[in-house]
DNA sequence: TAATTGTATATATAGAGGTTATACAATTCA
DNA sequence: TGAATTGTATAACCTCTATATATACAATTA
């Protein structure tokens, strides 16, 4: 496991390793059953205390990414992408429900909304 | 001036009130030139510290509503729509970068995010 | 049974946000 | 001109939250 943490970022070192795993899994360069680092052992590679570890795996099982068991270690778990989708697809429409409230308050219509989102959308 | 303000909502008391004056700025309640209450008397009627009157007006003051001038008062500015539709497309543009990001990451199609945005704003 | 793994509870620490107090400066107006 | 009124500036206080940690406990492994 290569994973990197920086003190200069302001990200938290807990969210910097649970994206970073994030990533691995949906990059499928962890797979399903495969094992974790134990949270100790990683927090000592890393130099931090191993609650920190832990709080980013318990980031990772509330997501549905990973599932531990005192004694065992910590699991890649079968990835139900369509769950996946779903919750991305929630905070998109919440994101989008605030785009439009605020659109209807400055007078700006559909059409300008909907150029916008391919607007922004070719930029990258 | 008829501002209502809640300790039970979470809503801090300055943003509550920069809201409220806006809401009537924007719907032609109070129009260029109008004076507001001093932010003294406004503090002494809602039973708060006049500072943070001064920070409700400050706020409004950032966003261009309103003009403030020692010893004489403060005074709804000339409303520059425009200008005031720019900053909510900023804020939208921003948004919608987000969104778009997120359904990048999670393999959700530009259509679907258009169909997305159709739905949420027809459920207003 | 010793070592390893995760869990639970409590604590420290820092930082941000919101509200307030107090002293200062400019304008008004009697 | 001088008292009253208005906005400004700086600092302090309080609360809450988030981050990271220490330490004791429980389950599993080998």
Known sequence: MNINISNANGEP???????????????????????????????????????????????????????????RGSFVKAQNLEIYREEQLKRIESLLVEASDTAQKAGITMQELHELLDLVNGGE
Do not use: C, V
């Not at 499928?28 to 570890?53: C, H, N």
């Not at 980013?56 to 549905?64: C, I, K, S, V």
């Open 13 to 71: 070192i807990y969210l910097q390793i649970a994206n970073q795993i994030k990533t691995l899994i949906l990059e499928g360069k962890l797979k399903e059953g495969d094992a974790l680092p134990s949270m100790r052992i990683l927090a000592t590679e890393l130099r931090i205390s191993f609650m920190t570890t832990k709080r980013a795996y318990e980031e990772l099982e509330r997501d549905g990414f990973i599932e531990s068991y005192t004694g």
